[in-house]
Protein backbone atom coordinates (compact mmCIF):
# COMPACT_ATOMS: atom_id res chain seq x y z
CA UNK A 1 0.00 0.00 0.00
CA UNK A 2 1.13 3.53 -0.31
CA UNK A 3 1.43 6.04 2.86
CA UNK A 4 2.52 9.28 3.23
CA UNK A 5 5.21 10.08 5.47
CA UNK A 6 7.35 13.12 7.06
CA UNK A 7 10.95 13.25 6.35
CA UNK A 8 11.81 15.79 8.65
CA UNK A 9 9.98 19.35 10.03
CA UNK A 10 9.29 21.83 7.60
CA UNK A 11 6.75 23.09 4.82
CA UNK A 12 4.27 19.77 3.72
CA UNK A 13 5.12 20.12 0.07
CA UNK A 14 8.68 20.10 1.10
CA UNK A 15 9.02 17.02 3.58
CA UNK A 16 6.21 15.30 3.10
CA UNK A 17 6.73 11.95 0.62
CA UNK A 18 4.90 8.91 -0.62
CA UNK A 19 6.12 5.13 0.43
CA UNK A 20 5.33 1.99 -0.38
CA UNK A 21 5.06 -0.42 2.42
CA UNK A 22 3.51 -3.46 3.49
CA UNK A 23 -0.22 -3.52 5.06
CA UNK A 24 -0.74 -3.31 8.36
CA UNK A 25 -2.70 -6.31 10.00
CA UNK A 26 -5.22 -5.50 12.95
CA UNK A 27 -4.48 -6.78 16.32
CA UNK A 28 -6.90 -7.99 18.65
CA UNK A 29 -10.01 -5.36 19.40
CA UNK A 30 -8.48 -3.72 15.97
CA UNK A 31 -10.29 -3.44 12.60
CA UNK A 32 -8.33 -3.24 9.02
CA UNK A 33 -9.62 -0.27 7.09
CA UNK A 34 -9.46 0.31 3.34
CA UNK A 35 -9.54 4.33 3.30
CA UNK A 36 -11.56 6.32 1.08
CA UNK A 37 -11.33 9.74 2.18
CA UNK A 38 -9.39 11.81 4.37
CA UNK A 39 -10.09 15.34 6.14
CA UNK A 40 -6.96 17.61 6.91
CA UNK A 41 -6.84 20.41 9.20
CA UNK A 42 -4.15 22.97 10.31
CA UNK A 43 -3.10 21.05 13.36
CA UNK A 44 -1.75 18.81 10.05
CA UNK A 45 0.37 21.56 8.77
CA UNK A 46 1.77 22.12 12.69
CA UNK A 47 2.31 18.47 13.29
CA UNK A 48 4.72 18.91 9.85
CA UNK A 49 6.39 21.83 10.84
CA UNK A 50 6.73 20.15 14.53
CA UNK A 51 4.97 23.05 16.12
CA UNK A 52 2.32 21.71 17.14
CA UNK A 53 1.34 20.71 21.18
CA UNK A 54 1.81 16.96 20.74
CA UNK A 55 5.23 16.65 19.12
CA UNK A 56 5.73 14.91 16.18
CA UNK A 57 8.53 13.05 14.75
CA UNK A 58 10.06 11.89 11.49
CA UNK A 59 8.34 9.30 10.38
CA UNK A 60 4.61 10.83 10.88
CA UNK A 61 1.82 10.30 8.92
CA UNK A 62 -0.66 13.04 8.95
CA UNK A 63 -4.08 13.33 8.70
CA UNK A 64 -6.56 12.93 12.18
CA UNK A 65 -10.38 12.67 10.20
CA UNK A 66 -10.85 9.37 8.05
CA UNK A 67 -13.60 7.47 6.34
CA UNK A 68 -13.42 4.23 5.18
CA UNK A 69 -15.06 0.68 4.75
CA UNK A 70 -14.00 -2.22 7.23
CA UNK A 71 -11.72 -4.92 5.15
CA UNK A 72 -10.85 -7.21 7.86
CA UNK A 73 -11.56 -8.06 12.02
CA UNK A 74 -8.66 -8.58 14.72
CA UNK A 75 -9.51 -10.72 16.82
CA UNK A 76 -12.74 -10.20 19.58
CA UNK A 77 -14.29 -7.74 17.10
CA UNK A 78 -18.10 -7.80 17.04
CA UNK A 79 -19.52 -4.62 16.97
CA UNK A 80 -18.71 -3.70 13.18
CA UNK A 81 -18.88 -5.80 10.18
CA UNK A 82 -16.41 -6.10 6.77
CA UNK A 83 -17.57 -3.98 4.19
CA UNK A 84 -19.68 -1.36 6.77
CA UNK A 85 -18.51 2.12 6.32
CA UNK A 86 -17.31 3.76 9.64
CA UNK A 87 -15.60 6.84 10.15
CA UNK A 88 -13.05 7.59 13.16
CA UNK A 89 -10.71 10.34 14.81
CA UNK A 90 -6.87 9.01 15.11
CA UNK A 91 -3.71 10.02 13.31
CA UNK A 92 -2.24 8.74 10.67
CA UNK A 93 -4.99 8.66 8.21
CA UNK A 94 -3.24 8.89 4.45
CA UNK A 95 -2.83 5.84 3.93
CA UNK A 96 -4.53 3.48 1.57
CA UNK A 97 -4.75 1.21 4.55
CA UNK A 98 -4.95 1.61 8.36
CA UNK A 99 -5.51 -0.15 11.76
CA UNK A 100 -8.02 1.19 14.21
CA UNK A 101 -9.34 0.43 17.81
CA UNK A 102 -13.50 -1.06 16.60
CA UNK A 103 -13.79 0.70 19.99
CA UNK A 104 -13.80 4.18 17.96
CA UNK A 105 -15.16 3.40 15.16
CA UNK A 106 -18.69 4.95 13.92
CA UNK A 107 -21.25 3.67 11.37
CA UNK A 108 -21.59 6.30 8.66
CA UNK A 109 -25.61 6.58 8.02
CA UNK A 110 -26.39 5.83 4.17
CA UNK A 111 -26.66 8.69 1.90
CA UNK A 112 -23.35 10.12 3.42
CA UNK A 113 -20.20 10.68 1.40
CA UNK A 114 -17.21 9.94 2.48
CA UNK A 115 -15.75 12.92 2.00
CA UNK A 116 -18.66 14.55 4.38
CA UNK A 117 -17.78 11.90 7.30
CA UNK A 118 -14.41 12.71 6.89
CA UNK A 119 -14.99 16.46 6.88
CA UNK A 120 -17.03 16.33 10.22
CA UNK A 121 -15.24 15.00 13.34
CA UNK A 122 -12.44 17.82 14.58
CA UNK A 123 -14.41 20.79 13.08
CA UNK A 124 -17.73 20.15 13.98
CA UNK A 125 -16.90 18.12 17.30
CA UNK A 126 -14.43 21.00 18.12
CA UNK A 127 -17.60 23.14 17.61
CA UNK A 128 -20.60 21.36 19.00
CA UNK A 129 -18.59 21.48 21.96
CA UNK A 130 -17.72 25.16 21.68
CA UNK A 131 -21.30 26.28 21.35
CA UNK A 132 -22.73 23.63 23.64
CA UNK A 133 -20.60 23.37 26.36
CA UNK A 134 -18.70 26.23 26.78
CA UNK A 135 -20.80 29.02 25.14
CA UNK A 136 -24.14 27.52 26.53
CA UNK A 137 -25.25 29.15 23.14
CA UNK A 138 -29.06 30.10 23.42
CA UNK A 139 -31.72 30.15 20.69
CA UNK A 140 -31.99 33.89 19.73
CA UNK A 141 -28.80 35.04 20.59
CA UNK A 142 -25.61 36.33 17.94
CA UNK A 143 -22.67 34.56 17.27
CA UNK A 144 -19.73 36.41 15.56
CA UNK A 145 -17.04 33.95 13.50
CA UNK A 146 -14.07 34.73 12.60
CA UNK A 147 -12.18 33.20 9.74
CA UNK A 148 -15.06 32.04 8.52
CA UNK A 149 -15.18 30.68 5.57
CA UNK A 150 -12.46 27.93 6.81
CA UNK A 151 -13.74 24.01 8.24
CA UNK A 152 -14.25 25.28 11.64
CA UNK A 153 -15.91 28.71 10.92
CA UNK A 154 -18.17 27.19 8.50
CA UNK A 155 -19.42 24.56 11.20
CA UNK A 156 -19.83 27.41 13.46
CA UNK A 157 -22.29 28.80 11.32
CA UNK A 158 -23.90 25.98 10.40
CA UNK A 159 -24.12 24.41 13.86
CA UNK A 160 -25.04 27.93 15.41
CA UNK A 161 -27.99 27.98 12.99
CA UNK A 162 -29.32 24.77 13.75
CA UNK A 163 -29.33 26.11 17.48
CA UNK A 164 -31.19 29.26 16.49
CA UNK A 165 -28.79 31.67 16.66
CA UNK A 166 -27.87 34.61 14.30
CA UNK A 167 -24.63 34.31 12.82
CA UNK A 168 -22.26 37.35 11.01
CA UNK A 169 -19.47 36.14 9.66
CA UNK A 170 -15.81 37.34 8.77
CA UNK A 171 -13.68 36.52 5.19
CA UNK A 172 -11.58 38.27 3.17
CA UNK A 173 -12.04 38.01 -0.59
CA UNK A 174 -15.32 37.52 -3.14
CA UNK A 175 -14.95 33.75 -2.92
CA UNK A 176 -14.77 33.32 0.61
CA UNK A 177 -17.16 35.82 0.96
CA UNK A 178 -20.03 33.98 -1.80
CA UNK A 179 -18.46 30.28 0.40
CA UNK A 180 -20.49 31.89 3.62
CA UNK A 181 -23.86 32.98 1.58
CA UNK A 182 -23.84 29.92 0.39
CA UNK A 183 -23.03 28.02 3.96
CA UNK A 184 -26.18 30.49 5.07
CA UNK A 185 -24.98 32.94 6.99
CA UNK A 186 -26.96 35.74 8.03
CA UNK A 187 -24.61 38.50 7.84
CA UNK A 188 -21.46 38.72 6.04
CA UNK A 189 -18.78 40.92 6.41
CA UNK A 190 -15.63 41.34 3.49
CA UNK A 191 -12.37 42.25 5.86
CA UNK A 192 -10.39 43.17 2.70
CA UNK A 193 -13.43 45.86 1.72
CA UNK A 194 -13.86 46.52 5.32
CA UNK A 195 -10.49 46.04 7.43
CA UNK A 196 -12.10 47.99 10.61
CA UNK A 197 -15.37 45.68 10.67
CA UNK A 198 -16.46 45.91 14.63
CA UNK A 199 -18.59 49.25 14.21
CA UNK A 200 -20.32 46.78 11.52
CA UNK A 201 -20.83 44.07 13.86
CA UNK A 202 -22.44 45.86 16.77
CA UNK A 203 -24.81 47.46 14.39
CA UNK A 204 -25.81 43.78 12.94
CA UNK A 205 -25.83 42.51 16.98
CA UNK A 206 -27.64 45.57 18.25
CA UNK A 207 -25.14 46.86 20.54
CA UNK A 208 -22.36 43.42 20.36
CA UNK A 209 -22.32 39.92 20.19
CA UNK A 210 -23.63 37.28 22.74
CA UNK A 211 -20.68 34.83 21.63
CA UNK A 212 -17.32 34.86 19.50
CA UNK A 213 -15.87 32.28 18.15
CA UNK A 214 -12.19 33.04 17.02
CA UNK A 215 -10.02 30.39 15.25
CA UNK A 216 -7.62 33.34 14.35
CA UNK A 217 -6.24 35.35 17.30
CA UNK A 218 -3.59 37.64 16.46
CA UNK A 219 -4.43 41.20 15.73
CA UNK A 220 -7.93 39.80 15.25
CA UNK A 221 -8.37 39.03 18.49
CA UNK A 222 -8.23 42.62 19.58
CA UNK A 223 -11.22 43.72 16.86
CA UNK A 224 -13.38 40.59 17.89
CA UNK A 225 -12.67 41.61 21.99
CA UNK A 226 -14.37 45.42 21.00
CA UNK A 227 -17.44 43.54 19.39
CA UNK A 228 -18.59 41.77 22.77
CA UNK A 229 -21.57 42.31 24.05
CA UNK A 230 -22.51 42.60 27.78
CA UNK A 231 -22.30 39.00 29.28
CA UNK A 232 -20.77 37.87 26.32
CA UNK A 233 -18.32 34.60 25.99
CA UNK A 234 -15.45 35.27 23.83
CA UNK A 235 -14.65 31.50 22.82
CA UNK A 236 -10.90 31.15 22.48
CA UNK A 237 -10.76 28.49 19.31
CA UNK A 238 -7.13 28.59 17.96
CA UNK A 239 -4.43 31.26 16.95
CA UNK A 240 -3.86 30.68 12.98
CA UNK A 241 -2.57 34.41 13.36
CA UNK A 242 -0.95 34.10 16.50
CA UNK A 243 -1.40 33.96 20.46
CA UNK A 244 -2.81 37.68 21.07
CA UNK A 245 -2.06 39.30 24.23
CA UNK A 246 -5.25 40.41 26.06
CA UNK A 247 -5.65 43.53 28.61
CA UNK A 248 -8.17 41.89 31.55
CA UNK A 249 -10.02 45.42 32.04
CA UNK A 250 -11.48 45.51 29.16
CA UNK A 251 -13.06 42.43 29.79
CA UNK A 252 -13.83 43.41 33.03
CA UNK A 253 -16.09 46.55 31.76
CA UNK A 254 -17.97 45.06 29.29
CA UNK A 255 -18.49 41.97 31.66
CA UNK A 256 -17.97 39.27 28.86
CA UNK A 257 -16.02 36.32 29.75
CA UNK A 258 -13.02 34.75 27.54
CA UNK A 259 -13.69 31.51 27.59
CA UNK A 260 -10.84 28.32 26.15
CA UNK A 261 -11.70 26.12 23.98
CA UNK A 262 -9.50 22.95 24.21
CA UNK A 263 -11.29 19.83 22.95
CA UNK A 264 -9.12 17.41 22.48
CA UNK A 265 -8.18 17.72 26.82
CA UNK A 266 -11.72 17.88 27.35
CA UNK A 267 -12.22 13.84 25.49
CA UNK A 268 -9.62 12.87 27.74
CA UNK A 269 -11.39 13.78 30.82
CA UNK A 270 -14.48 12.46 29.32
CA UNK A 271 -14.00 10.21 26.37
CA UNK A 272 -17.24 8.96 26.27
CA UNK A 273 -18.51 12.46 25.12
CA UNK A 274 -16.71 11.49 21.60
CA UNK A 275 -19.60 8.88 20.67
CA UNK A 276 -22.40 11.39 21.36
CA UNK A 277 -20.94 14.07 19.66
CA UNK A 278 -20.21 11.65 16.57
CA UNK A 279 -23.48 10.14 16.65
CA UNK A 280 -25.24 13.29 16.90
CA UNK A 281 -23.06 14.55 13.80
CA UNK A 282 -23.67 12.00 11.74
CA UNK A 283 -27.18 11.67 12.20
CA UNK A 284 -27.68 15.81 11.37
CA UNK A 285 -25.62 15.08 8.38
CA UNK A 286 -27.86 12.22 7.15
CA UNK A 287 -30.48 14.63 8.17
CA UNK A 288 -28.98 17.69 5.94
CA UNK A 289 -29.01 20.15 9.15
CA UNK A 290 -25.52 20.21 8.30
CA UNK A 291 -23.45 19.66 4.72
CA UNK A 292 -19.63 20.16 5.21
CA UNK A 293 -18.52 22.75 2.62
CA UNK A 294 -15.61 21.28 0.51
CA UNK A 295 -12.86 22.72 -0.99
CA UNK A 296 -12.82 20.73 -4.32
CA UNK A 297 -11.20 17.13 -3.24
CA UNK A 298 -7.64 16.22 -3.62
CA UNK A 299 -6.69 13.25 -4.94
CA UNK A 300 -4.50 11.08 -2.61
CA UNK A 301 -1.24 11.50 -4.79
CA UNK A 302 -1.79 15.40 -4.17
CA UNK A 303 -2.41 15.13 0.04
CA UNK A 304 0.74 17.10 0.23
CA UNK A 305 0.02 19.57 -1.96
CA UNK A 306 -3.32 20.34 -0.34
CA UNK A 307 -1.61 20.70 3.16
CA UNK A 308 0.65 22.88 1.41
CA UNK A 309 -2.20 25.19 0.20
CA UNK A 310 -3.66 24.94 3.49
CA UNK A 311 -0.87 26.35 4.95
CA UNK A 312 -0.67 29.21 2.70
CA UNK A 313 -4.21 29.93 3.10
CA UNK A 314 -5.53 29.24 -0.16
CA UNK A 315 -8.49 26.86 1.02
CA UNK A 316 -11.92 27.53 2.02
CA UNK A 317 -14.08 25.26 3.83
CA UNK A 318 -13.11 21.71 4.62
CA UNK A 319 -9.85 20.35 2.73
CA UNK A 320 -10.18 16.37 1.77
CA UNK A 321 -7.80 13.96 0.57
CA UNK A 322 -9.99 10.98 -1.42
CA UNK A 323 -8.10 7.59 -1.72
CA UNK A 324 -10.38 6.04 -3.61
Known amino acids: MKIWRLKAHGDPLDQLELLDEAAPVPGPGQVLI ?5 GLAFPDVLSCRGMYQVKSHPGHVPGGESCGTVAALGQGVTSVEVGQRVAYLGGGGLAEQTVHPAAGLFPVPDG ?20 EDRAKLQAGESVLITGAAGGTGTAAIQLAKAMGAKTIAIA ?27 DAVREASGGGVDVAYDPVGGDTFQQVRRCMGWDGRL ?20 SYSVVGVHWGAALARFPEALEQQMTKLLAMASEGTIDPPLY ?27 IK
Open 112 to 131: VSAATAAAIPINYCTTLYAL
Open 296 to 322: PPYAFDQAAQALQDLADRKTYGKVVAL
Open 34 to 38: NQEAV
Open 172 to 198: GGATKVQVLKDVGADVVIDHQENPDWV
Open 235 to 254: LVIGFVAGIPEFKTNHALLK
